[in-house]
């Protein structure tokens, strides 16, 4: 794997087989180029954050749950970094300043993060350096990163780094230490209380995440130089989840398609040309207009190489979505409460919206991106919460070109596995 034309913060882990719910996963971090200038100086140290609720249930016995058609529940805790109540220690120089890296790696929940007696500088999220705001706390969806700089300029104690639920029936939280070198034990004074089910804070907190204009992300040329809000829209996409029952059992649905397996790996069938695993433009670019029946598909949406795409996804939901899609950053240009119209466009961010590759959506709201569709391939386009990906809260963007330059796209590597009716194919020569 080659890091090219990307920093930031990132996080890796498995995504087949409800397996996540195991653990497994981890930081990554992209450094820049030690000739490529940084908007801040090197911190003292670079600490990861994983934070995440956490079931007790095996992986397989929470698999079997959700296909018995049964909801997974409220989860049994949260966890800093894999461990329970102050269970892991962050060591801290008076006087020096950190860089934090935090990743929600949970499955269900939002959650806040904020660290007693201190203030969160945000630097970074998903590979765009952001417009340096203070935070006293930070909401962090499922599956996104922030990267945020605290200074230990507090006297010298043991401070608590909290993590609760947002948007949850109940609240739960926990705790991990911050602790000073010249610590004298427990720092006074009560836990710092966060929000817990305010939907306007959250979203004026994540309308002021701004891209840093002037700072050079993975070049030397600075973030600003593309000005994604001048390209011109060659086409709108419209993505609305749904809950459905489908054969008396819980499911999810795109724009009314649930999405299930195939045997074979549809980029590997895609690249034999192996017919009957799965058809091009078997889901929709906008929701049904009536609204109608879900129905099970190995949803595969089309789209052209060098398309410049508004994506807008709709939620008329009661609950938080969060949305990734692979391969690509993309530019948050919207979002709000509401049902989204042409008018929308209105209030749109064309000059600094952040650059990145997670984005939430609000109850009963929307949120709009802009996407150069520059990476050839066959991408997931998913929900992070995972019971609703597991359950079909998902479908597959193939981006496709007629050219077969490697300029374009890479050649198969030779170690591929070739499994399901690609068995027994070769990988060389091409």
């Known amino acids: 794997m080659q890091a ?14 409800f397996h996540k719910a195991a653990g497994g996963f981890g930081g990554i971090r992209v450094l820049s180029r030690p000739q490529i200038p940084v908007p801040f100086p090197p911190p003292a140290a670079d600490y990861t954050v ?9 992986h397989t016995d929470l698999r079997y749950v959700l296909d018995s058609g049964v909801a997974l529940g409220f989860p049994d805790g949260l966890l800093i970094n894999g461990r329970g109540l102050n269970g892991y220690t962050f060591n801290v120089q008076p006087g020096r300043t950190y860089r934090f ?16 007696g201190h203030t969160m500088k945000l630097v970074e999220v998903e590979g765009s350096h952001t417009m340096q705001t203070t935070y006293s706390s930070l909401d962090v969806h499922l599956g996104q990163s922030y990267s945020v700089l605290l200074t230990a300029d507090q006297p010298g104690y043991d401070y608590a780094v909290v993590v609760s639920t947002r948007f949850t029936s109940r609240i739960i939280s926990t705790t991990a230490v911050l602790r000073y ?6 720092a006074p004074g009560p836990l710092p209380g966060g929000p817990t089910i305010q939907i306007d804070w959250s979203l004026n907190q994540a309308r002021s995440v701004r891209w840093n204009l002037t700072a050079s992300g993975p070049r030397p040329n600075p973030q600003g130089s593309y000005h994604y809000g001048l390209v011109p829209v060659t086409r709108t996409i419209r993505l609305a989840n749904s809950a459905a029952t489908i054969g008396g059992k819980r499911r999810y649905a795109v724009n009314g398609a649930s999405y299930v397996g195939p045997d074979t790996p549809l980029k590997v069938a895609d690249y034999y040309k192996i017919g009957g695993v799965f058809s091009v433009g078997t889901i929709a670019d ?29 939620n008329g939901e009661d609950e938080v979505q969060s949305w990734h899609i692979d391969g690509y950053a993309f530019w948050v240009v919207g979002m709000d409460g509401g049902k989204w119209s042409s008018a929308s466009r209105q209030g749109y961010n064309l000059r600094d919206g952040v650059s990145r590759y997670t984005v939430q959506v609000y109850p009963r709201s929307w949120t709009a991106i802009y996407m150069p569709l520059d990476n050839v391939g ?8 995972w019971a609703r990906q597991y359950l079909g809260q998902q479908f597959y963007l193939r ?3 007629p050219s077969t330059s490697l300029r ?11 499994c399901g009716r690609a068995a027994g194919r070769r990988t060389r020569p091409l």
Not at 408 to 418: F, G, H, S, T, V
């Open 4 to 17: 090219k034309d990307q920093i930031g913060t990132y996080y890796y882990f498995p995504s087949l087989a």
């Open 50 to 58: 994983l934070i995440g609720d956490w079931y007790k249930a095996n």
């Open 101 to 116: 890296r935090i990743t929600n790696v949970g499955l269900a929940t939002s959650l806040n993060i904020r660290f007693q």
């Open 181 to 186: 070198a010249n610590s004298a034990g427990r």
């Open 286 to 314: 906008s929701p049904p207009a009536y609204g109608g029946a879900a129905y099970l598909r190995t949803s595969v949406m089309g789209a052209s190489y060098r398309d410049y795409v508004e994506v807008v996804f709709e």
């Open 378 to 385: 066959m991408w997931n386009v998913r929900s992070e919460n």
């Open 399 to 401: 981006v496709w070109t």
């Open 408 to 418: 374009d796209e890479y050649p198969i590597p030779k170690n591929a596995l070739l």
